[in-house]
């Protein structure tokens, strides 16, 4: 009697110990999982990941763990594994927006705009005060030429965040979709005079052109191109520019050049063989 107690006192020491080794291992999983990401060494993340799933299948923590897997397989080229692993994250943590832009980057990255429209559609359901997805819901309303949902969203953000620089790009580009080009050009000085670019350049100076004020859009467009010399969409502007100022040469060339570089745009970003 005495040895069968001595052997299942045995058994509880060591099925304790294994208890404890289980769990350190799931989190030394996790921790190096972590360190891979920091790294974007996303095929050890994604190995790590995986084995701490392994571990312990049914843990509640596994919530993080499939996120960030389904960030790794995304940033793999995985697209479907990294689908289905925020679908399993999104089934333990349906209302969590963080889950849901995560999955939404992922399907702009894919160009799933509809897929990415629905996601951040719920997420400004869930929480109508983050500006990064209001911002993304009203570009994509635009895109979508659904400038009613647009205007909501560009309304909300003046309300909490009208000196944002997306708050004024979403303004900016609402106006312009509208071509009420007056209304435009406010927001797109608001943006130029605190980050400016060559977008910013060539959508004021499309609003210029539109009204005719021909000094204001050339400047814009040289502006433009002092920050990028290789701005296809710039040289069209100034080829219409010069169109309309009846520089026939000048505009023949400019148009020559927007073709040109767009043609030599198209090729690089086209994926190797």
């Not at 708050?167 to 000085?189: L, R």
Request: glycine residues 4%; aromatic residues 8%.
């Amino acid at each position: 009697m005495g040895k069968a107690k001595r052997i299942i006192a045995s058994l509880g020491i060591v099925t304790g110990t294994a208890l404890c080794l289980y769990a350190d291992r799931y989190f030394d999983l996790m921790g190096e999982a972590d360190e891979f990401i920091k790294q974007e060494n996303w095929e050890e993340a994604e190995n790590r990941l995986v084995q701490a799933l392994a571990e312990r299948p049914n843990d509640p923590t596994n919530v993080m763990i499939y996120s960030n897997l389904g960030i790794a397989q995304y940033n793999l080229g995985k697209d479907s594994l990294a689908l289905k692993s925020m679908a399993r994250a999104l089934e333990i943590a349906p209302t969590s927006t963080a889950l849901l832009k995560n999955r939404a980057d992922m399907y702009i990255g894919m160009g799933k705009s509809d897929a990415a429209y629905a996601d951040y559609s719920e997420i400004i359901r869930l929480d109508s005060v983050s500006v990064e997805p209001l911002y993304m819901h009203a570009m994509l309303s635009i895109n979508k030429e659904n400038l009613d949902a647009a205007f909501s969203d560009c309304r909300r953000l003046a309300q909490i965040a009208p000196e944002d620089i997306s708050t004024n790009v979403a303004c900016a580009s609402y106006y312009s979709a509208k071509e009420e080009w007056e209304n435009a050009i406010p927001y797109y000085s608001k943006v130029i005079e605190k980050q400016p670019s060559p977008d910013m350049y060539a959508g004021r100076a499309v609003c210029y052109l539109m009204l005719t004020r021909l000094a204001e859009a050339s400047a814009d467009i040289n502006s433009g191109l002092e920050l990028d010399p290789d701005n296809s969409e710039l040289y069209m502007y100034r080829a219409h520019l010069n169109k309309m100022r009846y520089s026939r040469d000048d505009a023949r060339r400019d148009m020559e050049k927007a073709l040109r570089l767009s043609r030599r745009n198209s090729t690089a970003a086209q994926p190797e063989k």
